[in-house]
């Protein structure tokens, strides 16, 4: 564990490797990193920005910058990411995920691996998604997710996102666990949801858990527990 910090490392910029649980959002992970680090340097402001949403539910890598580093944000953001997690079939969430209640129920004992494997074959390359309404892109100056909330309709146009690889490693009905390779905006519960289109038994994304952005591995990563820790050691020292 590195005890050699100092405020003019984060100052001239640090890239961070975080490895998000679950229930937290991304700028909780933000704030509370930029908070331990203004508090324990007794700064008056520190800039601290993350290199890509991860979804409350979802668990796994995040970079996230500080000072000078942040500049250098939109380069990182860029970067493919790679996901594993499970889709469970048979019913849909307004969400795509659990985040809502699931709705919409249907069987699904009738789906065959070989019709899973045709499914997955319309997910392969350069494909057009749709975000989820509860999202945070911004139409018309207001968040996707204050029209769902609200219950006012709204028009969310499809975008080119695109798959590198997807992989289906388990089956064990109603769950497909699977591994992901995507670009940049790439959202997976869309993806759930739309897998469940295809086998005209509705989905929803259960699990998501990042495991790389570019070359960079959750397996380098610290926790925030762990990170906080590192300061309150050294303070003890």
């Not at 908070?35 to 993350?50: E, R």
Request: proline share 3%.
């Amino acid at each position: 564990m590195d005890l050699n910090h100092t405020s003019e490392k984060f100052i001239n910029g640090k890239l961070l490797l975080i490895n998000k649980p679950i229930n937290w959002t991304s700028f909780q992970v933000v704030n509370k990193i930029r908070w331990t680090l203004i508090n324990f340097f007794g700064l008056n402001a520190l800039k601290v920005g993350h290199c890509g949403t991860l979804d409350p539910l979802a668990t796994g890598l995040m970079l996230v910058c500080t000072g000078k580093m942040t500049k250098k944000i939109n380069d990182y953001t860029s970067l493919d990411k790679s996901y594993n997690g499970k889709i469970r079939l048979g019913a849909t969430t307004q969400s795509y995920d659990l985040e809502t209640t699931p709705e919409n129920f249907k069987s699904f004992n009738h789906i065959t691996l070989n019709e899973i494997e045709k499914a997955k074959k319309n997910f392969q390359g350069t494909v057009l998604q749709k975000p989820p309404i509860y999202s945070a892109i911004k139409k018309n100056g207001k968040r996707l997710y204050q029209y769902a909330r609200s219950g006012e309709k709204i028009e969310i146009e499809s975008r080119k996102v695109k798959i590198n690889s997807f992989e289906i490693n388990d089956v064990k009905l109603p769950d497909l666990s699977f591994l992901i390779s995507c670009s940049k905006g790439t959202y997976i519960r869309s993806l759930a949801n739309d897998f469940g289109k295809v086998l005209k038994c509705g989905a929803h994304l259960v699990e998501l858990h990042r495991c790389k952005i570019g070359s960079f591995s959750v397996e380098n990563s610290i926790t925030i527990e762990k990170f906080i820790e590192q300061f309150k050691l050294k303070k003890e020292l």
